[in-house]
């Protein structure tokens, strides 16, 4: 009897370390944090909301494009001597065909987006919790009770508040601001290429200084959140047990602690304000990219026969879609 307890404790004990094997090899090749394990948690459903979605951002990013080819068309036929009310109803009913188009693809944006992210922060808010409850007693005895569940609660309530913003904003918004300015380049180059070609490696100086301050931005605000979850989780510890707090004066402690865990978020913010001032002082540069649009836009209406309506159409694309 003795020989089979013992020989079942070391299968019992054998399969425990095959699972923890499977498991550790399994959050090891997990990636943490990417797109794609977020979207692992939508359905058949959730990705026709995408597809919908993602069409309706396309839809909403080409307008500017779509709306540039119009008045172009519009302020050539205003100089020419024949033009009529039946061309003034033709490019009337341009405007409101766009206008339709772009309005339905920013309500299917919108609502798409938004419904398949309610969805899916649902299903990654009921996952976490049940991996949190699913854990052993000990877990939470060497992990301090009470600092685990202040980063429990932050962590449903904040990241995937965080999560459901990116789905319902981000991607929508990356999506159409990409379409934006590739549709706005491609415009200005069928309505101007010599324009476009002079004017558009100007414009990448802003494109870069966007790209550098995001990443920068985005790095200090990754060390803020940090900041704040040691200071919530020092609240936290200190509210749930109050009163050995109390017992053992140590408020004045507590106080310190605290007051030390937010000192980095004064410092980063700081930075994060100074990085956003020159992030947005660079929006200066599109006053020079005018300057020399404006120059040789002039050249080419008066030695290259180009027409006015296409160059400033032109411009206003290789600006603006640049923004």
Not at 18 to 43: I, M, Y
Not at 157 to 168: E, H, M
Not at 216 to 226: C, R, S
């Amino acid at each position: 009897m003795a020989e089979s307890s013992s020989a079942r404790k070391k299968n019992v004990e054998l399969s425990r370390n095959k699972t923890d094997g499977k498991e550790k090899s399994r959050s090891s090749a997990a990636p943490s944090g990417s797109l794609k394990t977020v979207l692992n948690q939508s359905d058949w459903k959730d990705m026709l909301l995408m597809i919908l979605g993602s069409i309706g951002s396309l839809a909403d990013g080409s307008a500017m494009a779509l709306m540039m080819l119009i008045v172009s068309s519009l302020m050539n036929s205003y100089g020419d001597a024949s033009f009529t009310l039946k061309d003034v109803n033709k490019f009337s009913l341009a405007f409101i065909y766009v206008a339709v188009g772009v309005g339905a693809g920013a309500f299917l944006e919108g609502f798409c987006w938004a419904r398949t992210a309610e969805r899916q922060t649902f299903r990654i808010r009921r996952q976490y919790l049940q991996a949190v409850l699913w854990q052993d007693v000990g877990f939470f005895d060497t992990n301090h009770g009470a600092s685990i569940a202040s980063q429990v609660v932050s962590s449903i309530s904040t990241d995937t508040l965080t999560i459901q913003g990116v789905l319902t904003e981000k991607i929508a918004n990356f999506i159409t601001n990409t379409t934006l300015f590739v549709t706005a380049q491609l415009a200005a180059l069928y309505l101007s290429w010599r324009l476009a070609i002079v004017a558009i490696p100007a414009l990448s100086m802003l494109v870069v200084a966007g790209f550098v301050y995001a990443k920068l931005l985005g790095d200090v605000g990754n060390k803020i959140q940090a900041a704040y979850e040691v200071a919530g989780g020092i609240v936290e510890q200190a509210v749930s047990s109050i009163r050995t707090v109390y017992s053992y004066v140590g408020e004045e402690r507590t106080v310190k602690a605290y007051k030390i865990s937010l000192e980095p978020t004064l410092k980063h913010g700081i930075k994060q304000g100074l990085m956003k001032g020159m992030a947005i002082g660079t929006i200066g540069v599109t006053f020079a990219v005018w300057a020399l649009q404006g120059w040789y836009g002039s050249t080419l209406v008066m030695h290259r026969k180009a027409k006015g309506g296409d160059v400033f159409t032109a411009g206003v694309c290789i600006v603006y879609g640049g923004l």
